[in-house]
């Protein structure tokens, strides 16, 4: 199920988008300021972000600008403003699309799609409860803070957040990750889960809970 992030602050709007939304399978979460949602972001992960334009505080403009320098969230912006120069300036400051109100609720349905369809191909970053593992700059952060990462705990990383709930055993991983020609023993990989573990714990992630040792089998990272 992808999810949703509301933003707007007007009630009535979130009420109306998350009522036609989740019975066509989305999870919405509503956010009625643009502060709330960036601190919803930090700790919770969402598929895409339909961002209202005039908001109190922190406009949407400025909230779009404030996501993307840490998320590579695709974001449609939803406002009753129409003018070229709004459209160009939202689309300028990072936005994937730009919908304006009242919309047109199959044409709404149609864009989230398409931007999410697009999105899938493109990104290369992974996201997880404050976590974001960027393939390009090849770095892990937690709320914006990096962690150092080995080559190999990067690449065990990726692997467990790409496959969230999956068992690996430890030859699996060995395989995948040292290749079939190194010869590598089990504590190995025992080790840089170790590791992993360490430096996820030193910058507040809750580590235990989501790597997991399954006794007698490997490791998974849970949901």
Not at 14 to 37: M, N, Q
Not at 84 to 94: C, E, F, P, R, Y
Request: with cysteine; hydrophobic share 40%.
């Amino acid at each position: 199920m992808k999810t949703i992030l509301l933003i707007d602050d007007e009630p009535m709007m979130l009420d109306l988008l998350s009522l036609y939304l989740t019975p066509l399978g989305f999870k919405c979460v509503k956010k009625r300021s643009a502060k709330d949602g960036i601190a919803f972001l930090e700790f919770e992960t969402a598929d895409l972000v339909l961002l209202d334009v005039m908001m109190p505080e922190m406009d949407g403009w400025e909230a779009c600008a404030e996501i993307r320098k840490y998320w590579d969230i695709p974001i449609i912006m939803l406002t009753a403003m129409s003018d070229k120069s709004d459209i160009v300036k939202g689309l300028k400051g990072g936005a994937d699309d730009y919908i304006s109100k009242p919309f047109d609720e199959e044409e709404l349905t149609a864009r989230i799609e398409a931007v999410l369809r697009r999105h899938n191909g493109l990104s290369n970053k992974l996201v997880f409860k404050g976590l974001v593992l960027d393939h390009d700059s090849y770095q892990l952060q937690y709320n914006r803070k990096d962690i150092p990462l080995t080559p190999k705990e990067f690449a065990m990383m990726s692997l467990f957040l790409s496959n969230q709930n999956k068992v690996f055993t430890r030859e699996h991983l060995i395989i995948t990750i040292w290749g079939y020609e190194v010869a590598t023993e089990d504590r190995t990989v025992d080790s840089h889960v170790r590791n992993l573990r360490d430096k996820l714990r030193k910058a507040g992630f809750a580590a235990d809970e989501y790597l997991q040792t399954v006794w007698g089998v490997g490791y998974k990272w849970a949901k």
